[in-house]
């Protein structure tokens, strides 16, 4: 049997071997990746059985490729039909794939993910503080915990930047503004400040909507050791299906990932300034939840370009190092025609 890898899966427990049970590196025949742990599709069959538990045989569903695929971003890097030869082999039986299947947490996941955007109405058009359709801190708490990150293993050095008129700044006011100064961002309230770090020079310098002809400072600055953030950067990229075990654990996690996508979303989608106040609303609530769950921060997709967002909750636990300066020489704009109403 054609031997596979963690990337044929798009899985990171099974690229990290997180599970032990490759025997071999080297070149993969299916993905051609280089280099990598490999594996018997057999010798992943009872973890792969217990994600597939989780579906149910349904003549109106779709193909467990297409589920899993939606599920749990596996086989991106795979055709369509080298991922279903590796589903029938990793599944052990080739009738699998003429069959039909449906979520087993189908109804609980639609509830969690229209449960958001009901709060997201109602704090932005009716109760800003008492909403009725609140998040329940307790349970929040248990989902987000398949979701923590480590900054001492995703990195500690991170970007800040200012637009200079006249004045150089040093690195020390390159941080946080005082609360009095803190205007409303997509984590914080105004009036409350947070510390937002971008994952590069270039997107920091993107991030304060810099235009050509400007001089930015770009500060470095690294965080505290020990910090742990709710990584929302791609929940279902972030959790490994293989990883999680039992069919309890993987059922969960299915059920709430609608929701974590739906919070990943509404922190990264791009917002028109004037329209912030009241848009932002919600990921403060959310950010305030996740402060509220003991996190020292979260990370999200920066919505301007391949990069990384991370709102501090607390600045006193990042330190600015160093500051350089960069004229913007200049910009570059994508477009999509929509169609008219």
Known sequence: ??????????DSALIRNDLGISDSRGPCPRCKSTDT?????????DSFL?????????????????????????????????SRALVIDTYGDPN????????DSEDKSASRSRAFEDLSNELKCNNRFFP???????????????????????????????????????????????????????????????????????IA????????????????????????????????????AFALGDTDAIRAVQEVLPLMQS??????????PHAGPIEYIPTQYVCELIKR?????????????????????DPAKATGVSVERFEIKSIQLTSEQIMSH
Not at 55 to 80: A, I, K, Q, V
Not at 220 to 234: H, T
């Open 1 to 10: 049997m054609t031997r596979c890898c963690g990337f044929c899966f798009d």
């Open 37 to 45: 742990n490999l594996y018997s599709p057999a010798d992943l069959r």
């Open 50 to 82: 217990s994600i597939v538990s989780v579906y149910n045989l349904d003549p109106d569903g779709d193909s467990l490729f297409d589920l899993l695929r939606s599920d749990w971003n596996m086989f991106l890097t795979l055709s369509e039909a080298e």
């Open 96 to 103: 699998i794939d003429g069959q039909r299947f449906k979520r």
């Open 132 to 202: 009725s359709k609140g998040l329940d801190v307790d349970d929040f708490k248990d989902l987000a915990s398949w979701f923590e990150g480590e900054l001492d293993e995703i990195g500690r050095t991170w970007y800040r930047a200012r637009i200079e008129d006249k004045v150089e700044f040093a690195v020390t006011q390159l941080g946080a503004p005082p609360p009095d100064l803190a205007g409303s961002g997509r984590a914080n309230p105004v009036g409350i400040s947070y510390l937002y770090l971008a994952s590069s020079p270039e």
């Open 205 to 240: 310098i993107s991030e304060v909507r810099a235009m050509p002809a400007h001089q930015v400072a770009v500060g470095k600055f690294v965080v505290d050791n020990g910090l742990k953030v709710l990584d929302l950067r791609d929940p279902r990229k972030f959790v490994s």
């Open 263 to 272: 919070l990943a979303y509404a922190l990264s989608r791009p917002i028109i």
């Open 293 to 313: 769950c003991a996190y020292d921060g979260v990370l999200y997709s920066s919505s301007k370009g391949e990069g990384v967002n991370l709102a501090l909750f």
